[in-house]
């Protein structure tokens, strides 16, 4: 708060500062410099709502953002992608639909968190048109649009709403869809996140505001300070947003981490990650507003540093209670990368701390009293009627880790697990088949995409 | 306490049995049984310490049992030992030597759990006899004695006493050591282990008590079940050893995880693992007991699996307040086999836990207003005094992790972190020099091992 009323978030958007200014903001004449006072962040920020629900084209699909609800969403955005048997190379349209066929396989993956790689063989001004289409077709999942320009979020929410068959107020009524924005830290917010956010709050759809708020470079090298600035600038955007329009949904987005002091490389699933996700985690209750974290790592390969990184990030987001993680599967290489197998792998953490949330039953029954006493000291529990009954649903099932015994293990030639994860995501791309859409809707979603193309999509300066 | 009750444990040892009938207990005529009320075991229990203090021969290793602290101990017990280059052997001295080396040279391990591996080279009759040696002489940590067999934990006793240069009653005024023994599950307890408890426990050593309760098989195949039997069993041997020396120190061990349903091969690190720990440590602070848990994992090399298995491990123990970590760093294939490599991996997790479990400051400077003021929208934080007064510690620095972008990476060679770990273990091998210790006392403990050795040792039947 006092970074908001002392210092201030420049906005370097026209429109914002106007709206802010009308609002009783304190805004510079001749700059971009805006202040606000605690009374009104706070006012604000208390119309947002503490939870809220997304629901994408399968009403099946709706999730819950917020309370104690967490939901998983894919990668997001790395220019490059990498699988065993191929290497890193560039992002590209295919390998953008295969990503996009483990998000919907996996059950574990709640939401598309963006374009899972960048599909750099497509042009950028028709670039939104064709991933759009891909998401919407591919996955029934919840997507997310990118603020980068009027063009690609108007397009994005033309072509959620027709994804779904609904009409315009339809689509305005309820969350469908979402988009996050990045602050450029320290304390900016610039023109086509602003332009973007504004155009979903109008529409009633919801908004991240995830600072990128690396302590010892865009952010103090004190995590105190660094989630401070986080704070402020998330609060900043969130303010304008409920001015727009009171109650729209909101996220405060926490990315907080460090960097490596002897490079400048940003570093993910650290010990600082994991106390500035659970500091977040506070704020964002202090707040009433719902969370988001990511799963990171900074990790080249999907090796050891990768899982614990990606299990300390998790560690660090889920018991700080997150509400939304990005980026949950595939990511490497501080997001330069999206990993094939990494995706299989992070399902896999995922799953298994779904299940480490659900609670443990303390009936008669289940503290088994009987059952020890039938058993007796020279026993087993192996075939007791205890176990009989229970044991298909006792516990959690790995799909990828291998608990054979070491012999059998070496004889079928000594996998590791990046190894089971590339044998499975090749089978679920091999056996997908794309989730039901309407003809019409499918025809009418072509079109767009076809009618956008000949108008020249976004435009561009190349 | 129904269990105890109601069920009872079979106490395989004609001594303890005859103990526990003169304090009250129902002891079978012609069996093993003993049934205990839970007036009993809660008066017994209270006798126990909440905190303790194992003082090792070098007093600066000295380690703090209970409250807020939590120990790290090295792997122990496995019958096999394994490393990228050698590949998987049979246990053997040098191997268990060099062990020995990084549980010495690694800050954070703060104990020896036992044998790091079993050197099978060594005839079992003596094997107590040169392993002690060794632990005594390359390390100046806590030692754990094997409570299997008199001889043998007498041994222990009288060389942990020699190596510290104690008088015997200087050695029973305070833990100098300890020995944990595991009950035969389901509810059972056998004489060796019992005899050398006891035995500790007449010389004011501690006793941890980890029952083997795999839920499934040793144990119900419900949670609930399964660490209800562990707490019996526990308990019941804890009552004893205060009845035998009231207030001596005592761990509540838990161990409890769960079974592969399809093979019935043990697993750890599990969602079930993760709950049984927090359940544990609920359990030990409701009895006022210190309580100590594993950093375990079922997987067949230091690969994706051994990782994620050990850090959902480590959360587990870690967030129910964990005060003694047995295999925190070096354990492979549900304990059939030590890794160096997966040594100085773990060494990195607990490095970076620690870390983690610092406070964060929140003073004026920490919370950096001054530094966001002063760098403002358009600077950034490398080079602002307040980071530059702060960047040597302001974050944990990692030995293992490599943050080198991918481009370097790749022209190095696209190390692994298992492969960084080979070469480090290495490094701390070749040039390890082994803690100081009095030459008199060198020469003391050498003669105790040639006396017993020409004495026989342990009794064995080959």
């Given at each position: 708060m006092r970074i908001l009323e002392e210092i201030g978030l420049d906005f370097l958007n026209d429109e914002a500062r106007a709206i802010l200014r009308s609002a009783g903001c304190d805004v510079d004449a001749d700059g971009a410099r805006v202040r606000m006072d605690r009374a009104f962040v706070s006012e604000q920020i208390a119309k947002a709502p503490a939870e809220f629900i997304i629901t994408p084209r399968n009403p099946e699909r709706a999730i819950s953002i917020g309370g104690n609800?967490?939901?998983f969403g894919s990668v997001a955005s790395p220019p490059n992608v990498t699988d065993l048997d191929r290497g890193r190379r560039v992002g590209n349209r295919a390998d953008f639909q295969n990503l996009l066929k483990l998000t919907q396989a996996f059950n574990c993956i709640h939401f598309n968190s963006g374009y899972p790689v960048e599909p750099v063989d497509i042009h950028p001004s028709i670039r939104h048109l064709d991933c759009l289409y891909d998401l919407l077709t591919i996955t029934d999942k919840a997507v997310h649009a990118y603020s980068l320009g009027t063009e690609r979020i108007e397009d994005a929410m033309e072509m959620v709403r027709i994804a779904a068959g609904l009409s315009s107020e339809e689509f305005e009524a309820a969350p469908r869809m979402f988009t996050n924005i990045n602050s450029t830290s320290p304390l900016k917010h610039d023109w086509p996140m602003l332009d973007g956010a504004m155009r979903m709050a109008r529409r009633g759809q919801p908004t991240v505001v995830a600072p990128f708020t690396l302590a010892g470079a865009m952010a103090p090298v004190t995590l105190a300070g660094a989630v401070a600035q986080q704070t402020a600038e998330c609060l900043g955007a969130i303010a304008?947003?409920?001015v727009i329009r009171p109650g729209v949904p909101v996220v405060y987005g926490a990315f907080t981490s460090n960097v490596d002091m002897k490079s400048g490389a940003p570093a993910f699933g650290t010990p600082e990650y994991m106390r500035a996700m659970q500091i977040s985690g506070q704020l964002a209750r202090r707040y009433g507003?719902?969370?988001?974290?990511?799963n990171a790592n900074a990790a080249n390969s999907p090796d050891?540093?990768?899982i614990w990184e990606s299990v300390f990030s998790l560690w660090g987001v889920t018991s700080g209670h997150v509400n939304m993680v990005m980026h949950a599967a595939?990511?490497?290489?501080?997001?330069?990368v999206a990993s094939f197998e990494k995706f299989v792998m992070d399902c896999e953490l995922l799953q298994q701390l779904s299940y480490y949330h659900q609670a443990v039953g303390t009936s008669e029954d289940e503290l088994a009293i009987d059952a020890i006493r039938q058993?007796?000291?020279?026993?087993?529990f192996f075939d007791c009627d205890h176990t009989r009954a229970r044991y298909r649903d006792a516990f959690y099932s790995p799909f990828l880790s291998d608990w054979r015994n070491f012999e059998s293990w070496q004889e079928s030639g000594s996998p590791k697990s990046h190894q089971h994860a590339n044998r499975?995501?090749?089978?679920?791309?091999?056996?997908?088949?794309?989730?039901?859409m309407d003809p019409a809707i499918s025809e009418e979603l072509g079109d767009f995409v076809a009618r956008r193309k000949e108008e020249g999509g976004a435009p561009t300066d190349f």
């Amino acid at each position: 708060m006092r970074i908001l009323e002392e210092i201030g978030l420049d906005f370097l958007n026209d429109e914002a500062r106007a709206i802010l200014r009308s609002a009783g903001c304190d805004v510079d004449a001749d700059g971009a410099r805006v202040r606000m006072d605690r009374a009104f962040v706070s006012e604000q920020i208390a119309k947002a709502p503490a939870e809220f629900i997304i629901t994408p084209r399968n009403p099946e699909r709706a999730i819950s953002i917020g309370g104690n609800t967490a939901a998983f969403g894919s990668v997001a955005s790395p220019p490059n992608v990498t699988d065993l048997d191929r290497g890193r190379r560039v992002g590209n349209r295919a390998d953008f639909q295969n990503l996009l066929k483990l998000t919907q396989a996996f059950n574990c993956i709640h939401f598309n968190s963006g374009y899972p790689v960048e599909p750099v063989d497509i042009h950028p001004s028709i670039r939104h048109l064709d991933c759009l289409y891909d998401l919407l077709t591919i996955t029934d999942k919840a997507v997310h649009a990118y603020s980068l320009g009027t063009e690609r979020i108007e397009d994005a929410m033309e072509m959620v709403r027709i994804a779904a068959g609904l009409s315009s107020e339809e689509f305005e009524a309820a969350p469908r869809m979402f988009t996050n924005i990045n602050s450029t830290s320290p304390l900016k917010h610039d023109w086509p996140m602003l332009d973007g956010a504004m155009r979903m709050a109008r529409r009633g759809q919801p908004t991240v505001v995830a600072p990128f708020t690396l302590a010892g470079a865009m952010a103090p090298v004190t995590l105190a300070g660094a989630v401070a600035q986080q704070t402020a600038e998330c609060l900043g955007a969130i303010a304008l947003l409920q001015v727009i329009r009171p109650g729209v949904p909101v996220v405060y987005g926490a990315f907080t981490s460090n960097v490596d002091m002897k490079s400048g490389a940003p570093a993910f699933g650290t010990p600082e990650y994991m106390r500035a996700m659970q500091i977040s985690g506070q704020l964002a209750r202090r707040y009433g507003l719902p969370w988001r974290g990511s799963n990171a790592n900074a990790a080249n390969s999907p090796d050891g540093q990768a899982i614990w990184e990606s299990v300390f990030s998790l560690w660090g987001v889920t018991s700080g209670h997150v509400n939304m993680v990005m980026h949950a599967a595939g990511w490497l290489e501080g997001g330069l990368v999206a990993s094939f197998e990494k995706f299989v792998m992070d399902c896999e953490l995922l799953q298994q701390l779904s299940y480490y949330h659900q609670a443990v039953g303390t009936s008669e029954d289940e503290l088994a009293i009987d059952a020890i006493r039938q058993v007796g000291p020279n026993g087993n529990f192996f075939d007791c009627d205890h176990t009989r009954a229970r044991y298909r649903d006792a516990f959690y099932s790995p799909f990828l880790s291998d608990w054979r015994n070491f012999e059998s293990w070496q004889e079928s030639g000594s996998p590791k697990s990046h190894q089971h994860a590339n044998r499975i995501w090749q089978q679920v791309v091999a056996e997908f088949e794309p989730p039901e859409m309407d003809p019409a809707i499918s025809e009418e979603l072509g079109d767009f995409v076809a009618r956008r193309k000949e108008e020249g999509g976004a435009p561009t300066d190349f």
